[in-house]
């Protein structure tokens, strides 16, 4: 996961204030890793095709976001919010995480990164709330969680299927 959090920095400077999320955001929450071959994030402000290629990012000829980093990884960009969580959500629960030397990488809040894992329920999602129940299931604000879901019911069984994975 080194790897990735190096390319995370890299991406940082290059672009700007980005919020990542995915495998990279469950790693930063729980400092345990899953095997990922890319990068997800968001950008506040969009990011031109003519400023990625300026930038030395560069195209695939398949895929459906087809963009590599210059180093190589694989990344998707997000202009908008992701499932289960609006772009204004996104933007005011992210966090910030030191790295080194004084450098910090932005990240999707946890309840939001739960929220948007619960929702995508891919078998990687499954493996990432296990993880995040496991090691942060006591940090969990469940009253940002019914803020951003603004739906009880949901909020009630997220709450059920985190607690369920914890054990």
């Known amino acids: 996961m080194n790897s990735l959090v190096n390319e995370a920095l890299q991406i940082t400077k290059e672009l700007g204030d980005v919020i990542f999320i ?15 071959r890319d990068i997800d994030f968001v950008v506040e402000n969009s990011i031109s095709d003519e400023e990625l290629i300026s930038k030395n990012y560069h195209k695939s000829t398949t895929g459906k976001q087809p ?33 080194k030397n004084k450098k910090e990488i932005r990240v999707l809040g946890l309840e939001s990164l739960i929220i948007a894992k619960h929702k995508a329920a891919r078998d990687q999602d499954i493996e990432d709330l296990k993880n995040i129940a496991m ?29 369920f994975l914890s054990k």
């Open 67 to 99: 963009w590599f980093t210059p180093r190589g990884f694989k990344i998707d960009i997000y202009t908008r919010g992701i499932p289960g969580v609006s772009f204004d959500k996104i933007i005011e629960n992210s966090k910030k995480f030191a790295i």
């Open 135 to 163: 090691h942060r299931l006591n940090q969990i604000d469940w009253n940002v969680v019914q803020e951003i879901t603004n739906d009880e019911f949901m909020t009630k069984q997220i709450k059920t299927d985190i607690k």
């Open 22 to 36: 995915g495998a990279l955001a469950t790693y930063m929450h729980t400092k345990n890793a899953r095997d990922s």
